[in-house]
Every structure is written in C-alpha cells, then in structure tokens.
Nanobody, 117 residues
C-alpha cells in the first residue's frame, strides 16, 4: 500500500507562483512513476505533468514553460513548481503514483489551488 500526502496549495494572484509537494510512503520511491493531475469544477481530471523513475518528464501543453515537475528520491517526494499562474489553473491538484512493476496506481487526497485577484 502506498500513501501519498500533498501539500502546498493555496490562493495566489494571477502571475504568481506556488510549489506543490507530494510525500510518498509504503514502498520504495524509486519504483514509482509519479504524476500530478488536476480537476476543475465541472471538468474531467487531467494530467498536468509526470516524471518517470528515471527522471524523464512530460507536460500538458497548457502548462509547458510554466510548470516544472521534479522528484527527490532521497526524500520520497515529488514536486510541482508552478509559475505564471493563470485563473484557468484553478483546480484541485492530485498526486498519483504508479508502481512500475505492477502498474498499481494510488492517488493522494488532493490540494486546492486557486488563482484569483
């Protein structure tokens, strides 16, 4: 069983920055493929960014150049640094972990990000 705990959400003005963190426990972190997803009211959950256990990254077109995903295997954590935030980035952000050997997936509880003046 993998437990994921997100933190770092909040209210920020347009153009501002936030850093989300996701701490994992319950397995060897380097075996995990990690991703950040978001879900806005009335919309489907969508992939924001992902990072493999080897460090390769992938981003949604809407956040390329503004968001950066990273991981620290020593701290069992993955991060999402968000710059130049826009009102349309407002959503609940979720951390997802996939065990690379079994494809079993786990979700965090989510953290709210609100971009508003």
């Amino acid at each position: 069983q993998v437990q994921l705990v997100e933190s770092g959400g909040g209210l920020v003005q347009p153009g501002g920055s936030l850093r989300l963190s996701c701490a994992a426990s319950g397995t060897i972190f380097s075996f995990l493929f990690m991703g950040w997803y978001r879900q806005a009211p009335g919309k489907q959950r969508e992939l924001v960014a992902s990072i493999t256990n080897g460090g390769s990254t992938n981003y949604a077109d809407s956040v390329k150049g503004r968001f950066t995903i990273s991981r620290d295997n020593a701290k069992n954590s993955v991060y999402l640094h968000m710059d130049s935030l826009k009102p349309e980035d407002t959503a609940v952000y979720y951390c997802k972990a996939t065990i690379v050997t079994t494809a079993t997936r786990y979700w965090g509880q989510g953290t709210q990000v609100t971009v508003s003046s």
